[in-house]
């Protein structure tokens, strides 16, 4: 992947003022993922691939994991995360999307998905 594409210098602050700001989701997920816990896998908060920041990224899996919230499902946020998407699957990055709520009612499901889409074990 053309290392290039991650973390550009103009989205620094942006991504810095998301990570100092999670969302009650963000953070409850970000406690389950943090320092390897999941499988040994290492995520980043608000990684950014070309001009999207992503809410969590594991680069040795190629993945990413988004939440959700309410702006996400209007025609426009639908079609918004529709191009990303499509951007990031040319990339070989895999996007999973969560619902917010799903994160507080079924933070286990939410973690097996996640795992699932790993491609061996560490």
Not at 21 to 26: G, M
Not at 54 to 70: H, I, M, N, S, T
Not at 92 to 104: A, K, S, Y
Request: aromatic share 10%; hydrophobic share 40%.
């Amino acid at each position: 992947m053309n290392e290039n594409l991650h973390n550009h210098r103009y989205l620094k602050e942006r991504r810095r003022e998301l990570r100092n700001n999670l969302t009650p989701a963000e953070a409850s997920l970000w406690k389950a993922l943090q320092n390897k816990q999941l499988e040994g896998r290492k995520f980043r908060r608000q990684h950014s691939v070309g001009n999207y920041i992503l809410d969590f990224y594991c680069p040795a899996e190629q993945l990413a994991v988004e939440l959700d919230g309410a702006g996400h499902f209007t025609a426009a946020g639908i079609e918004a995360d529709r191009v990303r998407d499509k951007f990031l699957g040319e990339l070989g990055i895999t996007v999973l999307r969560f619902e917010n709520r799903q994160v507080f009612e079924q933070l286990e499901m939410v973690l097996e998905k996640i795992r699932v889409h790993f491609k061996e074990v560490i």
